[in-house]
């Protein structure tokens, strides 16, 4: 990441998903919530792209975000690249929000800082 590459390979959830990200992107901004006529001779986007992020609420949040900064002239572009420098720090900010939910979960079951803080750590950390 600081030297301008990301390490991704056959399978790897970066390479699959940024392409996905982007086209989702471009079709809320184009109002196309729920039918796009890019998948072939049309279809739902829901339907056709359930199974990526039509649902995810972070994702929602973040093309909201990221559209406003847009329409404000505070971002240049969105493309491809764009997308490859969000999913790293939105990763980063995810697990963070992660860790301190489970932290302060477990922290409140068992009473003992560092289980909590061990329980949170295997969560977080763990596929």
Do not use: C
């Not at 994702?59 to 505070?74: E, G, K, R």
């Not at 490859?84 to 301190?100: D, G, P």
Request: proline content about 1%.
């Amino acid at each position: 990441y600081t030297q301008g590459r990301y390490m991704t390979g056959d399978g790897d959830g970066i390479s699959q998903m940024l392409p996905f990200k982007k086209l989702l992107y471009d079709e809320y901004v184009k109002g196309n919530f729920f039918y796009s006529y890019q998948f072939g001779l049309g279809g739902g986007t829901y339907t056709q792209l359930g199974y990526y992020f039509t649902t995810s609420m972070v994702f929602m949040v973040t093309v909201a975000v990221v559209w406003l900064l847009n329409a404000l002239h505070l971002l240049q572009s969105t493309d491809i690249h764009f997308w490859a420098n969000a999913v790293i720090w939105l990763s980063v900010i995810k697990l963070t929000v992660i860790l301190f939910i489970a932290y302060r979960v477990l922290l409140s079951i068992v009473q003992h800082r560092l289980g909590a803080l061990t329980g949170a750590g295997i969560y977080g950390l763990s596929i």
